[in-house]
């Protein structure tokens, strides 16, 4: 029963809630300020949160949660079912869907909870007891607003809008991340942390770009370069390292999220596009340079951080990601390194070589 955000809802009866954002970083990473206004209004409830395994680490040790739930990634559709089906021996009072894709719309239709609420999608808004709206009729939404007003309509209206909150990295990890610094003679510098990639080639800023930037960097003594990026980035790593100025630093692939946050948290800047390794930054007190493509920041804009945002304009934007119309990406790719440069020495407090 869809009643379109008019159910009354006695909170006295929400004792067990379940969340459910299986993937991916920046999107679970989003949740998290929602998660602390439930949590600020239902002290005594049992936070269960739904996600998939290779983003364990950024919910795991949440003291607002009680309890994680973790499916198995990259399951066939069968054994996904059966692993749902395993789960319905728990009723739980409500049910949160963050996200909204075939996977959660599956585990929202089989899970037993006394109320359903989601996102007002086209053809999936039958399975929610409250379909809310994902944004505004006009303008835009950031996607942390969108989650709190799926948690708002059971009475969790903070005063103040809660910052993103991550777990902070195991004294394993901690030390992990000490021994790259002192390895790499980064203690006592200024280190700046470039993601090179970003999953897919619709914010992918280019190898000549990032390429452009380390050498405009490199001119400062008291900058030390960072390479950051996922084992899918190895190609990429190798070419900027080959071609790009000595110094610069490369941990991609070398570290978990937990580790990755730790490492931007010891850091001057970050420079990346619109990511998951952007939300984890935007988690820490490090200043931010981001270059939004297909996205926009109105939806997407590192939360609550102190950070310079790049853009252009385009009428294309924002993009559905699928094909670019004019085959060159020039969104993301016309923002030029020395645009980002000027952007990174403001931040950093440095002058122009």
């Given at each position: 029963?869809?009643?379109?955000?008019?159910?009354?809802?006695?909170?006295?009866?929400i004792k067990n809630i379940l969340l459910i954002r299986l993937r991916r970083i920046g999107d679970i990473v989003l949740t998290t300020p929602a998660i602390s206004a439930l949590r600020e209004k239902f002290p005594q409830a049992h936070l269960t949160y739904l996600v998939e395994k290779p983003y364990l680490e950024l919910v795991e040790g949440n003291p607002s949660l009680n309890e994680i739930l973790v499916v198995p990634?990259?399951?066939?559709?069968?054994?996904?079912?059966?692993w749902l089906w395993r789960q319905r021996k728990k009723t739980y009072d409500i049910l949160i869907d963050f996200h909204g894709g075939p996977r959660a719309s599956w585990t929202t239709f089989l899970a037993k909870a006394k109320i359903k609420i989601g996102y007002k999608?086209?053809?999936k808004s039958f399975i929610y007891d409250l379909a809310i709206p994902r944004g505004r009729q006009n303008g835009y939404?950031?996607?942390?607003e969108s989650h709190l007003n799926l948690v708002r309509v059971l009475g969790a209206n903070?005063?103040?809008?809660?910052?993103?909150?991550?777990?902070?990295?195991?004294?394993?990890?901690?030390?992990?991340?000490?021994?790259l610094l002192k390895e790499n003679n980064l203690q006592g510098c200024k280190p700046v942390v470039i993601h090179i990639s970003a999953g897919n080639q619709f914010r992918n800023w280019g190898e000549k770009n990032i390429l452009t930037l380390c050498q405009l960097l490199s001119r400062h003594p008291k900058l030390k370069i960072?390479?950051?990026?996922?084992?899918?980035?190895?190609?990429?790593?190798?070419?900027l390292l080959s071609k790009g100025p000595p110094g610069v630093v490369s941990m991609v692939g070398k570290l978990n999220l937990r580790e990755l946050r730790e490492l931007i948290s010891?850091?001057?800047?970050?420079?990346?596009p619109d990511s998951g390794p952007m939300h984890i930054a935007a988690s820490t007190q490090t200043p931010l340079v981001v270059y939004f493509g297909p996205t926009l920041p109105a939806n997407f804009a590192p939360w609550q951080a102190k950070a310079l945002l790049l853009e252009k304009k385009f009428d294309c934007r924002p993009c559905p990601q699928r094909k670019?119309?004019?085959?060159?990406?020039r969104c993301l790719r016309s923002i030029t390194p020395q645009e980002v440069y000027k952007a990174c020495l403001h931040l950093i407090g440095l002058e122009e070589e």
């Open positions: 029963m869809n009643q379109k955000g008019k159910l009354k809802i006695d909170p006295t009866f990634a990259n399951q066939s559709r069968r054994d996904f079912i059966r999608i086209k053809y939404f950031h996607s942390v903070p005063s103040t809008l809660p910052p993103l909150y991550l777990p902070p990295a195991k004294n394993e990890e901690k030390e992990k991340v000490n021994n960072i390479l950051i990026g996922s084992e899918e980035d190895k190609k990429a790593e190798k070419a010891f850091s001057s800047l970050f420079v990346g670019c119309i004019y085959g060159d990406f």
